[in-house]
């Protein structure tokens, strides 16, 4: 049985009052939960991040990370600076990354790979917009996406990974996909990862996307392939991210 994962993506919010307040809440309501919890958040809040969560379950995450080492890369973050702040998730290809900062399938594969080799979690976003589903292409875009990465690292780069499937149409738009729709999307994912290795197929975590909410989170993660939620919005919100655990506890 696969552990849930719930992770808040809170894209470019926050400030250090308001982390401070966000992330002492959710230090103190979150109980006994069995999902694993983590919160990724800008990257210069990183040590208010660590500090404020040390002695917690709750993990630190990154919303991006550099496909380079190091070098002449301005504004760029690598994964070996994201290891020295004792970060455990990377954000990879989300779908802000693609659409506003034109990040291609293949760097994105590069970014999947230099968090695999600091040793991060890479958590790798994937998601059809509403012209590709309407075209009927949506598991076709999602298994090229899959594939730009399984070209990069194999297989075996996707054990300790996590992929997150997030419809564009429905992030940050109040629209959700419906359990049945992400459902069969979190299968077709683990059915193209299953015919190269069974056992990485089974153990990934598949986390889904979209406007998740205290209101909709638990019929989304009563789906067989469903093992989790990457949260926006609702992650700026500690109570309706501390009910989202509870859901999916
Ligand atoms: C996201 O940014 O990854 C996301 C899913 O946002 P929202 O929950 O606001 O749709």
Redesign the pocket.
């Given at each position: 049985m696969r552990q849930k994962l719930i992770a808040g993506?809170w894209?470019m919010h926050g400030s250090l009052a308001e982390n401070q307040t966000r992330l002492t809440q959710l230090v103190s309501g979150l109980g006994d939960t069995s999902a694993q919890v983590a919160v990724c958040v800008p990257a210069p809040y990183f040590t208010q991040c660590k500090s404020v969560l040390a002695g917690s379950a709750i993990q630190c995450g990154s919303q991006n990370i550099s496909e380079y080492e190091q070098g002449a890369y301005t504004g760029e973050i690598s994964a070996s600076m994201l290891k020295e702040f004792d970060v455990q998730y990377a954000?990879v290809g989300?779908?802000?990354r693609r659409e506003l900062f034109a990040e291609s399938s293949e760097q994105v594969a590069k970014k999947f790979a230099a968090a695999k080799q600091a040793r991060l979690i890479p958590v790798l976003?994937v998601g059809e917009t509403l012209e590709q589903r309407e075209a009927g292409i949506t598991e076709q875009v999602i298994a090229g996406q899959i594939s730009a990465v399984l070209d990069q690292v194999g297989i075996q780069g996707f054990a300790d990974s996590v992929v997150?499937y997030?419809p564009v149409w429905?992030?940050?738009?109040?629209k959700?996909a419906s359990p049945e729709q992400a459902q069969a999307v979190h299968k077709a994912i683990r059915v193209q990862l299953n015919a190269l290795n069974s056992e990485i197929a089974q153990k990934i975590q598949i986390l889904y996307?979209?406007?998740?909410?205290p209101n909709n989170a638990a019929a989304i993660f009563a789906q067989a392939d469903v093992d989790g939620?990457?949260?926006?919005?609702?992650?700026l919100n500690a109570q309706d991210f501390l009910q989202i655990c509870n859901a999916a506890s």
């Open positions: 993506n894209k954000l989300h779908s802000e976003c997150a997030e429905a992030i940050g738009t109040g959700t996307g979209g406007s998740v909410k939620a990457l949260v926006g919005g609702a992650a």
